[in-house]
């Protein structure tokens, strides 16, 4: 696979970003890509390493050395059929995803691994660039339909699945546009809505069809899915997590989705009424994650007076920890785009207390540190320092605390069984609920998580989905090629 020594004779190079007072300035992506000769250099890196972990890194099986074969060879529209053949929507991963794939990649083990993300994203770009990316309606149709519930990377996943089938595949997005997380949990600074559209437009042209404004079991009854042959329920994990402190209704105190949900809607033209704005003010984002980088960077974008970062747990090493060694992913500090253009970084801390004034706006927060007793036997137990209390000065307080599963409106409706953590009970045997025709995928299963599973459990609903229409099923299971998706 690529070139016997380029793992020797190349070094990992990835894309270069335009500067931080540039990129603020707008919503657009900001990566600067790669030349072709560059990324044919990266893709012949790929070692003929016997045994590709990348594959068991990557929750869709990818068939990683054989598409950096391909770009190493100048194989384009190759690359593309076999990137495909995995993964239906490579642009979204090879953007969003934090690339499993490459924590297990077998030249990690010497140097720094091959940049299967990057080339990923190019693949597709070229593809569609070159008119490789077409519709591919289903030859006939079955006379079974099937309803999908939600319109993030699951349930498109699962929809183009079962289109390709043979099934009448209609789509319920309870937004005003597709795409779930993608369209309004992610800011246009790191995926352009237009991404999503491009290949809305194709699954639109195969015969999907698509409701928006339909919220099943609100707006639309859910008697209405009753009538499809199959359901296949993929809304996500939005049950918002919150803080049960005194002043957590403070008028200044604001969910991370909804922040970033209203920016991604200005920026598009559409009328927010009393937008969460970050201008001036000091701001403090609670919550580490992928979701908290993102209002680090709406904030900066929105001309923030400071903007401070809040983690509850240690901060990661600099490098991969001994307790996470390869091939597994790593416990490691992430260090973003959006913390590289401006943040105050802080670990072992909790918040106490929301501050305001007469008006009830919030003025500022307390805090105390904290550090996690390690018990034997028993869950870590988070200890706080005596005198470590602080008071912060803060306009606006973004909680971005994750989701604790998802909403459960559905379930009660529908009488689907969900477990201890409130996740629509199945298994990924079957991915089938305890209602028979009723079948459920990404992170309404297994709760919040990664694109590139929510893709992955699509796929495999879809094809036990078939299964239970058909009585057999020719869609492919994870790591299986052979039903292209391009």
């Given amino acids: 696979m690529g070139k016997v020594t380029g793992f020797k004779e190349y070094k990992r190079v990835d894309e270069t970003y335009e500067q931080v007072d540039d990129r603020l300035k707008n919503y657009k992506e900001f990566t600067v890509p790669l030349s072709e000769k560059?990324?044919?250099?990266?893709?012949?890196?790929?070692?003929?390493?016997?045994?590709?972990?990348?594959?068991?890194?990557?929750?869709l099986g990818n068939l990683i050395p054989d598409f950096n074969h391909m770009v190493h060879q100048e194989e384009w529209q190759k690359a593309s059929w076999i990137l495909h053949s995995t993964n239906n929507f490579p642009e979204f991963t090879g953007r969003l995803c934090p690339a499993p794939c490459e924590q297990a990649c077998v030249l990690g083990l010497i140097d720094n691994p091959i940049s299967i993300e990057n080339i990923e994203?190019?693949?597709?770009?070229?593809?569609?660039?070159?008119?490789?990316?077409?519709?591919?309606?289903?030859?006939?149709?079955?006379?079974?339909?099937?309803?999908?519930?939600?319109?993030?990377?699951?349930?498109?996943?699962?929809?183009?699945?079962?289109?390709?089938?043979?099934?009448?595949?209609?789509?319920?997005?309870?937004?005003?546009?597709l795409g779930g997380l993608l369209r309004y949990g992610i800011p246009n600074f790191k995926m352009e809505k237009e991404i999503i559209d491009r290949r809305i437009a194709i699954l639109e042209a195969e015969g999907i069809q698509f409701k928006v404004n339909a919220n099943v079991g609100k707006n639309v009854p859910v008697e209405d899915i009753k009538n499809f042959d199959a359901v296949v329920l993929a809304g996500g994990a939005t049950e918002r997590r919150s803080l049960p402190i005194p002043g957590i209704d403070?008028?200044?105190?604001?969910?991370?989705?909804?922040?970033?949900?209203?920016?991604?809607?200005?920026?598009?033209?559409?009328?927010?009424?009393?937008?969460?704005?970050?201008?001036?003010?000091?701001?403090?984002?609670?919550?580490?994650?992928?979701?908290?980088?993102?209002?680090?960077?709406?904030?900066?974008?929105?001309?923030?007076?400071?903007?401070?970062?809040?983690?509850?747990?240690?901060?990661?090493?600099?490098?991969?920890?001994?307790?996470?060694?390869?091939?597994?992913?790593?416990?490691?500090?992430?260090?973003?785009?959006?913390?590289?253009?401006?943040?105050?970084?802080?670990?072992?801390?909790?918040?106490?207390?929301?501050?305001?004034?007469?008006?009830?706006?919030?003025?500022?927060?307390?805090?105390?540190?904290?550090?996690?007793?390690?018990?034997?036997?028993?869950?870590?137990?988070?200890?706080?320092?005596?005198?470590?209390?602080?008071?912060?000065p803060c306009d606006l307080a973004l909680l971005a605390l994750g989701f604790t599963g998802p909403e459960n409106y559905l379930a009660k409706q529908l009488g689907i069984e969900t477990d201890a953590r409130s996740n629509y009970k199945a298994g990924t045997n079957n991915y089938q609920t305890n209602v028979p025709n009723i079948f459920t995928a990404g992170d309404m299963r297994r709760g919040q998580s990664l694109i590139v599973w929510a893709i992955s459990e699509g796929r495999q609903a879809a094809h036990h989905v078939d299964t239970y229409l058909m009585?057999?099923?020719?869609?492919?299971?994870?790591?299986s090629g052979d039903l292209p998706t391009v």
Avoid at 134 to 154: L, M
Avoid at 162 to 167: D, F, I, K, T, V
Avoid at 273 to 288: E, M, R, S
Avoid at 471 to 479: A, I, M, Q, V
Wanted: glycine share 10%; net charge positive; charged share 25%.
């Fill in 250 to 392: 403070a008028d200044g105190v604001v969910q991370a989705m909804d922040f970033l949900t209203q920016q991604t809607k200005v920026v598009f033209g559409k009328e927010v009424k009393d937008q969460v704005l970050a201008t001036d003010k000091n701001v403090i984002v609670i919550g580490g994650g992928d979701t908290g980088s993102d209002c680090i960077g709406t904030s900066n974008r929105h001309g923030a007076k400071s903007v401070v970062n809040f983690e509850i747990m240690p901060k990661p090493p600099g490098h991969r920890s001994p307790s996470t060694p390869w091939p597994y992913w790593p416990l490691q500090l992430k260090t973003s785009t959006s913390h590289k253009e401006g943040v105050e970084r802080n670990w072992l801390i909790n918040t106490k207390e929301f501050i305001t004034d007469e008006n009830g706006k919030l003025t500022a927060l307390k805090t105390v540190n904290v550090e996690w007793k390690m018990v034997p036997g028993q869950r870590p137990q988070l200890v706080e320092l005596e005198g470590t209390e602080k008071t912060w």
């Fill in 38 to 59: 560059e990324l044919k250099q990266q893709g012949s890196r790929c070692m003929d390493c016997g045994i590709p972990f990348c594959h068991s890194g990557c929750p």
């Fill in 471 to 479: 009585g057999r099923s020719d869609l492919p299971l994870k790591g």
């Fill in 121 to 177: 994203k190019n693949i597709v770009e070229r593809a569609f660039k070159e008119g490789w990316i077409k519709p591919q309606p289903p030859k006939k149709r079955t006379d079974k339909t099937v309803a999908v519930v939600g319109s993030g990377p699951a349930g498109l996943a699962a929809a183009q699945q079962l289109n390709r089938a043979g099934h009448t595949v209609t789509v319920f997005e309870r937004d005003d546009a």
